[in-house]
C-alpha cells in the first residue's frame, strides 16, 4: 500500500498535473475546430500552451525538476499534442502538403532518434537536442497562431497570409537545422555503440 501510495504521489505532483492536463485540452481544441466554436479552440489551446511553460517552472519551484518521469511525460504529451493537432489541420486542408511535409519531417527525426535510444540501451532516456526545445516552442506557438486563424475575422485581415509564411519559413529553418543536429547526433551515437574494429569475435 505505501508503494502504490510512493507512486501515487510521485505522479501527481502539480507539475505533472500540469503536463497531464493537456491530454485534457486537445479534444477540446479539436471539439471546437470541428464545430466551428473558434473561441473554444484558442481558449482550449491557449491554456494548453500555457501549461507547456508552467509546468517545468512549477517543478523547479517545488524542488522536483528533472526527473526522468516527468522529462518523460512532459516529451510525449508535447508529442501527441502537437502532431495530433497538425495532422487534423492537414487533414482538414489547413495546411499545404509540402508545410505538412516539412512538419512530419520533424515527428520522424523524433521518433528516429527515441528508438536508437531505445535500441542502444539507454531505455527510457527521453530524446533530446539543443535545438529541440526552441524548436517544440516555435511549434506549439505555430499552432496557437493556426487556432487563432481559424476565427473567420481574424483570418479576413490581409497581412495574415504573409504573417503565416513568415513564421511557418523561421519554424521550417529551425526544423531543418535540428534534423541536421539529430543526424549529427545519430551518427556519433552509432560510432560509440558500434564494437571496436580490434575487438575479437564470439
Wanted: net charge negative; glycine share 8%; hydrophobic share 55%.
Amino acid at each position: 500500500m505505501s508503494e502504490e501510495r510512493t507512486v501515487m504521489q510521485n505522479f501527481a505532483t502539480p507539475a505533472n498535473l500540469l503536463t497531464f492536463s493537456r491530454l485534457i485540452f486537445l479534444p477540446v481544441v479539436i471539439y471546437g475546430l470541428v464545430t466551428d466554436q473558434h473561441w473554444v479552440a484558442v481558449g482550449a489551446m491557449f491554456l494548453g500552451w500555457l501549461t507547456d511553460l508552467l509546468d517545468g517552472r512549477v517543478a523547479r519551484m517545488m524542488g522536483q525538476g528533472g526527473t526522468r518521469f516527468g522529462k518523460a511525460l512532459d516529451s510525449t504529451i508535447d508529442f501527441a499534442l502537437i502532431y495530433c493537432l497538425f495532422i487534423a489541420f492537414y487533414a482538414s486542408g489547413r495546411l499545404f502538403i509540402w508545410q505538412f511535409a516539412i512538419l512530419y519531417l520533424a515527428m520522424v527525426m523524433i521518433l528516429t532518434l527515441q528508438f536508437f535510444l531505445e535500441g542502444s540501451g539507454r531505455e527510457g532516456e527521453v530524446a533530446t537536442t539543443k535545438l529541440g526545445k526552441p524548436t517544440g516552442a516555435l511549434q506549439y506557438f505555430y499552432l496557437l497562431f493556426l487556432v487563432v486563424l481559424e476565427i473567420p475575422a481574424v483570418e479576413a485581415i490581409p497581412v495574415m497570409f504573409t504573417i503565416h509564411m513568415a513564421y511557418f519559413v523561421v519554424l521550417a529553418a529551425a526544423i531543418l537545422l535540428n534534423t541536421g543536429e539529430t543526424l549529427v547526433l545519430l551518427q556519433k551515437m552509432g560510432r560509440e555503440a558500434a564494437p571496436p574494429e580490434d575487438a575479437p569475435e564470439a
